[in-house]
């Protein structure tokens, strides 16, 4: 190697990057243990990763990629441990990590050479560990505001391919931009020590780029098919609405018909025909609830969902005032009421007979504003993923949609959706200023 080449980046700044890396990019996922477990955790692994690199600085050459290797293994395990996340989501945040830590201390140990070598006076080892102080705060306040900008429901999905694709980028990256220190005649070698930095930094940059790149069309992609399945849910639960209404009339219809027919046994006056008429009835009260709420979609949707309950044993009260819904579109009403209701019926599925089955609807104004509260008894605890409710059911592709289309007619009229379990009560409140 040349003399006017530079030593490389002294491990321990290796290290410390490396750990304060693994914390961007864990820091807005769920964190495995409590807060004092978590910064014992965090001590800890600065500790191993700074023991691990200072053995590694004196170990032969030719351990240089087993270690590097070995690096990356520790990264990933340091956000498996400390995070709730699968582990296939670990090793991609990981990898993602280790580029990260790669990119800042080239750019920080580059950046001193250059005023080390021109400004003698800062090149003390005091003035050394400023330096890296300042370059590394703030690439990483701006990395953490990168990882704040990007969504996590992608990593919730990380898939075999997308972790394949991530190392192969990380790798390329990290071969192409170190080739300097292992070859020296090639086409993408430096031969001094700016030169060789200004390579590696750049490529590690590119490295970078081309990972979140990959990592927001992944987000874009998951976006346009969640959007995409809320569509199709609209569409089915308006074509139902509509099958729902012809099926209606239709009972409707049998309903006052059989009224009559009931009225004309009973005058023969036996005491078989009483004991047949009293069967009749009871069979035929579960469609005598009517709802007059001032808007026929409301009360079609009402209907249909109250008949349910009264065959599955669920209580089911309603206090609606229909007409309050007069800016909102037929497909919105049926996607707003069908959602929520079905969530809460099919929050008792599995309940034995036993156990309450309560739900509870009211829709009213209130300073301008309509307010939609949907209430159903429930026993356990809400399953949630970044703020997000996450369907409990094995089939999550076809599931767990409910609460998000809710969401997305509620911001179309400028409204919010917001849910809590109290009291062995779970509430859906949705608030949407009302326009004339």
Not at 94 to 104: D, N, S, Y
Request: with cysteine; charged share 20%.
């Amino acid at each position: 190697m040349p003399d006017t080449v530079m030593p490389d980046i002294p491990r321990l700044y290796t290290a410390v990057s490396e750990w304060l890396a693994c914390l961007v990019v864990i820091v807005f996922s769920v964190k495995r243990f409590s807060r004092v477990q978590t910064a014992v955790l965090y001590i800890s692994s600065l500790v191993v990763f700074a023991v691990f690199h200072i053995i590694a600085g004196v170990l032969p050459l030719g351990f240089w990629v087993p270690c590097m290797i070995f690096a990356v293994v520790l990264m990933c395990l340091f956000v498996w441990l400390t995070t709730k996340t699968k582990i296939k989501t670990a090793c991609y945040l990981g990898v993602q990590a280790f580029i990260v830590a790669e990119f800042i201390a080239s750019v920080e140990w580059w950046l001193y050479y250059f005023f080390a070598t021109n400004f003698p006076v800062i090149s003390s080892d005091t003035a050394n560990i400023l330096f890296a102080v300042g370059v590394y705060g703030i690439l990483y306040a701006v990395m953490f505001a990168l990882e704040r900008h990007f969504s996590r429901k992608a990593l919730n999905s990380v898939s075999t391919k997308d972790l394949i694709t991530a190392v192969i980028i990380v790798v390329t990256a990290f071969l192409i931009s170190n080739i300097s220190f292992m070859r020296w005649n090639t086409p993408l070698t430096g031969k001094y020590a700016l030169e060789i930095f200004y390579i590696r930094t750049l490529v590690d940059l590119c490295g970078l780029l081309v990972l979140y790149g990959n990592r927001e069309l992944k987000i874009a992609n998951s976006a346009e098919m969640e959007l995409m399945q809320i569509r199709l849910l609209l569409d089915r639960q308006y074509e139902q609405y509509c099958l729902t209404q012809s099926a209606m009339d239709s009972v409707n219809r049998r309903y006052h018909d059989l009224k009559h027919q009931v009225a004309m046994i009973r005058e023969q006056g036996s005491e078989a025909a009483e004991r047949l008429v009293n069967e009749i009835e009871n069979e035929i009260k579960t469609y005598e609830v009517v709802y007059k709420t001032g808007n026929d979609i409301l009360d079609t949707i009402l209907m249909s969902k109250s008949i349910f309950c009264v065959q599955n044993g669920i209580t089911f009260t309603c206090v609606a005032d229909g007409a309050a819904l007069h800016f909102i579109s037929d497909a919105d009403i049926c996607s707003l009421f069908g959602n929520a209701l079905d969530n809460a019926i099919e929050s008792f599925a599995g309940k034995t007979d036993g156990e309450a089955k309560l739900i509870k609807l009211a829709v009213y104004k209130n300073n301008g504003l309509l307010i939609i509260r949907c209430e159903n008894t429930f026993r356990g605890k809400l399953k949630t993923f970044n703020g997000e409710l996450v369907s409990t059911k094995k089939d999550k592709l076809n599931h767990g949609f409910g609460v998000k289309s809710i969401k997305t007619v509620a911001e179309k009229y400028d409204g919010t959706v917001s849910y809590a379990v109290e009291d062995g009560t779970f509430t859906l409140c949705v608030v949407i200023p009302i326009k004339i």
